[in-house]
């Protein structure tokens, strides 16, 4: 086969016959050279001069490069550039000599340029500068521009031209016109090298200026001309210059600023201040200082200090600012002073709710029962926790004082517990200044509260250490709730464990529980079995206070939980109050007190007609025989009175004394009257009121209404006679001698003139 293009086929030819002997091994065509098909050798093409191969396995010409830019390729074959161009020369693409002739592959660096060693292009002269030298090789052959010529463009070979009139060229100018600007000179003359005539002081000469004193150039407001200015300087920030032709800026003054040109200075506005001279901008004017404020402009120093009550932030305009973004009325939880620059909190534990304070006083304690956790507050925090209590200004919702303040406490509890005269504080704790174990079981208060019922009977006790000592109270705060009191979430004091409960530790927010039935606990009990149930009360589980035995009742031992251990009162007593442990006193008189009686005159055992009841009576007691009582509640009885007689037991009324009868005062029966009398009206009261029996009557037996009869013929009675023939010569007697006495005679009649009476007999007379 034949060997392909880019490889090369080694073998070996027959010189006789010409016949070429092959391989199976295909070579790459070595770098520097190229392999059209069917070659044995791989040198046979090299690449020509100013060409080079850094790649294998070439197959035509044109894959051998042109030698690199600033490089020459002095020789056919080559795999790399021979070496870099020569100084004063310059090698473009595929050039093959290091000092190339002219052409498109390089030649020789000419004047205006310069080329250094390996240079692919020349490198011209800069502006300002000329050379006129071939071959140059750096750029230190660049001169600069002649005096009173100006070079304009890179290349030069020589200067562009000369200076024009009115301007003067440096060594090295540029321009035909460069210098009249700057060096504030006016040049007269055509290629002036120089500036020897100054612009005057107050002017200023342009490019080109022929006079120091042009039209137009004279220096304006807000700018000034020094010698030899070539245009106005503006004056710099901070100064000014409100009149023309100066050659120097004024300061700008306090309470002013000057931008940069500033022909007249800008007052600082209102709510800015500027104490020093020399201010540039409007950002140089200070606002007005914290808690100052600046009313008008152009101020050095502020208007004032700000009104107490508000505050006035950086550039406050008014003393009063009201929701301005410089200031305000001082806003809730805050305080402003005299000259307050920001509002100041109201400091932990305190509150403030109104807007415009001006002073720290007016920041309000934290009120009872409540907390103020953060500066600055507008409104307490929130309510006290449960188990403490917060007596005011607290910071905390759960408060605890130094045990040496426990005097405050006590202060604090007198101020809202001691307005009641039943109430009496007590505390476990030695005095103050003196205990020594106060750090143990010190946090106890005692609260005695005498029963309303026995309050005309409190004895008080003193109690030496229930005033406490003088203390720093202004730092308390609160605390714990101590034993025999409970705090309830929110609370500005303990309260006082209520009477019938108990409070057996410290931190309760209610009452631990009941006291115990037969024992009474007042306020601020720490003990369900305070104190047995007094005498003349009875205390049933958890009652506030001893229940009184009711009326007609007393109890005279301790304890007791029901009203079943009351008594009744005593017979012949009352017991006229509750609660009581002795009888009130015996029943009155006119009255009868069984078992139980609740008054001194119990109207249900009013002493009835008939009877009396003493003092002290159990029963009423019926009057007896001889008296009577027609009133009710009687302490005695009436004696039956004269003319009257009183017969049985509990008489309300006498009876009359009947006729035939007599009463004497006091008389329990009847009298009769005598023999010889009758009584012929009722209500005799004593017996000689019984009627002597009439004169020739008699009256026998006793009890006689009237007389039984006349006297017996042959009898006389004189009065008072019981037999019909009386012979007692006292109250009767035989008709005598000489006389005749006929039935009924109470005198003797005499026997008629011429007649006479025998007596034969004592009852029989005979008239003659």
């Known amino acids: 086969m034949k060997c392909p293009a880019g490889f090369y086929c080694a073998g070996s030819v027959d010189a006789d016959t010409g016949h070429a002997t092959g391989t199976h091994t295909l070579m790459l065509c070595p770098k520097g050279h190229y392999c059209p098909s069917g070659m044995h050798t791989g040198v046979a093409f090299p690449c020509p001069a100013g060409t080079f191969s850094r790649q294998m396995g070439l197959s035509n010409k044109s894959g051998c490069e042109l030698c690199s830019p600033g490089r020459y390729c002095s020789s056919s074959g080559l795999s790399a550039p021979t070496g870099f161009c020569s100084p004063g020369y310059f090698c473009i693409h595929g050039s093959f000599s290091a000092q190339p002739e002219e052409g498109p592959t390089g030649g020789r660096c000419s004047a205006g340029s310069y080329c250094p060693q390996g240079t692919s292009y020349m490198?011209?002269?800069?502006?300002?500068?000329?050379?006129?030298i071939d071959g140059a090789v750096s750029i230190e052959v660049c001169q600069p521009c002649l005096p009173g010529h100006y070079c304009a463009e890179v290349g030069l070979s020589s200067p562009s031209g000369p200076c024009n009139s009115g301007f003067y060229c440096r060594e090295g100018s540029r321009t035909a016109t460069p210098w009249g600007n700057i060096t504030g000179s006016y040049c007269p003359s055509w290629a002036q090298t120089s500036a020897d005539l100054l612009c005057p002081p107050g002017w200023f000469c342009p490019l080109g200026s022929v006079s120091g004193h042009q039209p137009g150039c004279q220096c304006p407001p807000g700018h000034v001309c020094p010698r030899g200015s070539a245009e106005p300087a503006i004056c710099?920030?901070?100064?000014?210059?409100?009149?023309?032709?100066?050659?120097?800026?004024?300061?700008?003054?306090?309470?002013?600023?000057?931008?940069?040109?500033?022909?007249?200075?800008?007052?600082?506005?209102?709510?800015?201040?500027?104490?020093?001279?020399?201010?540039?901008?409007?950002?140089?004017?200070?606002?007005?200082?914290?808690?100052?404020?600046?009313n008008s402009s152009a101020l050095t120093e502020p208007s004032g200090p700000c009104r107490p009550g508000h505050f006035c932030s950086l550039g406050s305009t008014e003393p009063c600012p009201v929701s301005k973004p410089y200031g305000d009325i001082c806003p809730r939880g805050h305080f402003c002073p005299h000259a307050a620059g920001s509002p100041k909190p109201c400091p932990v534990g305190s509150f403030l709710p109104e807007p415009g304070a001006f002073s720290s006083s007016h920041c309000r304690p934290c009120p009872p029962g409540k907390y103020c956790l953060s500066p600055g507050a507008s409104q307490p925090s929130g309510l006290c926790f449960s188990g403490f209590f917060c007596s005011g200004g607290a910071d905390s919702p759960t408060p605890r004082a130094n045990l040496s303040l426990f005097g405050c406490l006590l202060e604090i509890l007198e101020v809202y517990t001691m307005k009641t005269d039943s109430a009496f504080w007590m505390h476990n704790l030695s005095c103050f200044n003196n205990s020594s174990n106060s750090g143990r079981e010190a946090r106890q208060i005692k609260v005695v509260t005498v029963p309303r019922a026995d309050s005309d009977h409190?004895?008080?006790?003193?109690?030496?250490?229930?005033?406490?000592?003088?203390?720093?109270?202004?730092?308390?705060?609160?605390?714990?709730?101590?034993?025999?009191?409970?705090?309830?979430?929110?609370?500005a004091y303990p309260l006082t464990c209520e009477a019938g409960s108990y409070c057996n530790?410290?931190?309760?927010?209610?009452?631990?529980?009941?006291?115990?039935?037969?024992?009474?606990?007042?306020?601020?009990?720490s003990d369900p079995h305070a104190n047995p149930c007094p005498p003349g009360y009875y205390c049933p589980l958890g009652t506030p206070l001893p229940q009184p035995c009711p009326l007609g009742t007393?109890?005279?031992?301790?304890?007791?939980?029901?009203?079943?251990?009351?008594?009744?009162?005593?017979?012949?007593?009352?017991?006229?109050?509750?609660?009581i442990s002795v009888p009130s006193g015996p029943c009155a008189e006119g009255f009868y007190c069984p078992e139980g009686q609740s008054s001194e005159r119990p109207q249900q055992h009013f002493c009835s007609v008939g009877h009396y009841c003493e003092k002290g009576s159990v029963r009423q007691t019926a009057c007896f025989p001889g008296s009577y009582q027609f009133r009710q509640g009687q302490g005695s009885c009436e004696t039956c009175p004269a003319g009257f007689y009183c017969q049985h037991q509990g008489m309300n009324l006498?009876?009359?004394?009947?006729?035939?009868?007599?009463?004497?005062?006091?008389?329990?029966?009847?009298?009769?009257?005598?023999?010889?009398?009758?009584?012929?009206?009722?209500?005799?009261?004593?017996?000689?009121?019984?009627?002597?029996?009439?004169?020739?009557?008699?009256?026998?037996?006793?009890?006689?209404?009237?007389?039984?009869?006349?006297?017996?013929?042959?009898?006389?009675?004189?009065?008072?006679?019981?037999?019909?023939?009386?012979?007692?010569n006292l109250k009767g007697f035989p008709c005598p001698p000489g006389f005749f006495c006929s039935v009924g005679t109470s005198v003797p009649k005499p026997c008629p003139k011429g007649t006479f009476r025998w007596i034969f007999s004592s009852n029989i007379s005979i008239y003659l």
């Open 123 to 132: 490198v011209p002269c800069p502006p300002g500068t000329f050379s006129s």
């Open 554 to 579: 007393i109890k005279r031992s301790l304890g007791g939980s029901t009203v079943e251990a009351c008594q009744p009162c005593p017979p012949g007593h009352y017991c006229h109050q509750s609660g």
């Open 236 to 294: 710099s920030p901070g100064t000014f210059q409100s009149s023309p032709g100066e050659s120097t800026c004024n300061s700008c003054p306090s309470g002013f600023y000057c931008m940069e040109g500033s022909s007249v200075p800008s007052p600082c506005p209102i709510g800015h201040v500027s104490p020093s001279t020399g201010r540039s901008s409007l950002s140089d004017c200070s606002p007005c200082p914290f808690g100052s404020f600046c």
């Open 654 to 728: 006498p009876l009359p004394c009947e006729r035939g009868f007599y009463c004497p005062s006091g008389s329990a029966n009847q009298q009769p009257c005598p023999s010889g009398t009758y009584g012929n009206l009722s209500g005799l009261v004593e017996a000689w009121q019984c009627s002597l029996c009439d004169p020739g009557m008699y009256c026998k037996g006793t009890g006689r209404t009237s007389p039984s009869g006349p006297c017996a013929a042959g009898f006389v009675c004189v009065g008072g006679a019981s037999e019909p023939s009386p012979s007692d």
């Open 458 to 491: 409190i004895v008080t006790h003193s109690a030496p250490c229930l005033k406490s000592p003088h203390y720093a109270c202004s730092t308390y705060r609160g605390d714990v709730c101590p034993r025999g009191f409970y705090c309830p979430l929110g609370s």
């Open 505 to 525: 530790q410290t931190g309760l927010d209610a009452p631990a529980g009941l006291c115990a039935a037969g024992y009474d606990c007042p306020s601020g009990s």
